[in-house]
């Protein structure tokens, strides 16, 4: 069985991918204590995706798989995009409730006067493929939906629970794992990624 190395230290995304790459032997840097620490520098998600890929190939020496996802808001000209895991910066760092909810408070205030209909936004997910011979591919998914004006569900993380999914009716932290796995933005980039491969 092929194994991939997930380029991630979180074990939800861990768990996650292992549920899209059921034929491959999936691993995070768990394994890899001292793999290296990648800054996310590029200004896009495949660049992001990308760096660490490779970062993580050549200090294992294994097939790297990374990802880089963030949500999208028309009404704010795409942002927070490749910044939304740091979209509240270091007052987020130092929050009390923690990074994610600073974050989605921020996205929230930021949206306060825009109207219903103008709350269109999507996730997008870049997942990177890199072998150790140098060749990589890149797999984008997206999920279109809307911003909500108030937290709802208790699955998922980050942006979810303001994110209603269209055509759902319910925000993505509503859904059953299964389900956000067969609509979400990383699930159609990882499905695709898996074909590469032959799964």
């Known amino acids: 069985m092929t194994t991939l190395v997930l380029a991630t230290r979180n074990q939800g995304k861990v768990v996650e991918l292992r549920d899209l790459l059921t034929a491959f032997d999936v691993v995070g840097l768990e394994s890899f204590p001292d793999a290296p620490e990648v800054p996310e520098t590029e200004l896009t ?7 660490k890929a490779r970062a993580i190939a050549a200090h294992t020496g294994l097939t790297a798989v ?18 939304s895991a740091r979209w509240s910066g270091r007052y987020g760092t130092a929050a009390p409730e923690g990074v994610d909810r600073a974050n989605l408070h921020l996205l929230l ?7 219903d209909f103008d709350r269109a936004a999507h996730f997008v997910c870049a997942a990177a493929l890199v072998h150790p011979d140098g060749r990589e591919e890149v797999f984008e998914g997206r999920m279109e939906g809307r911003v909500i004006r108030a937290p709802r569900g208790a ?45």
């Open 109 to 115: 205030d930021q949206l306060a006067d825009v109207q």
């Open 45 to 51: 998600f495949a660049g992001n995706a990308l760096l």
């Open 155 to 199: 699955n998922g993380f980050g942006y979810d629970p303001i994110f209603e999914v269209a055509g759902q009716g319910r925000t993505a932290a509503e859904l059953a794992p299964h389900e956000k796995s067969a609509l979400s933005h990383r699930g159609h980039a990882f499905r695709a990624l898996a074909a590469s491969l032959g799964a």
């Open 66 to 83: 990374s990802d880089d996802s963030g949500l999208c808001v028309d009404a704010l000209n795409g942002m927070p995009g490749v910044l």
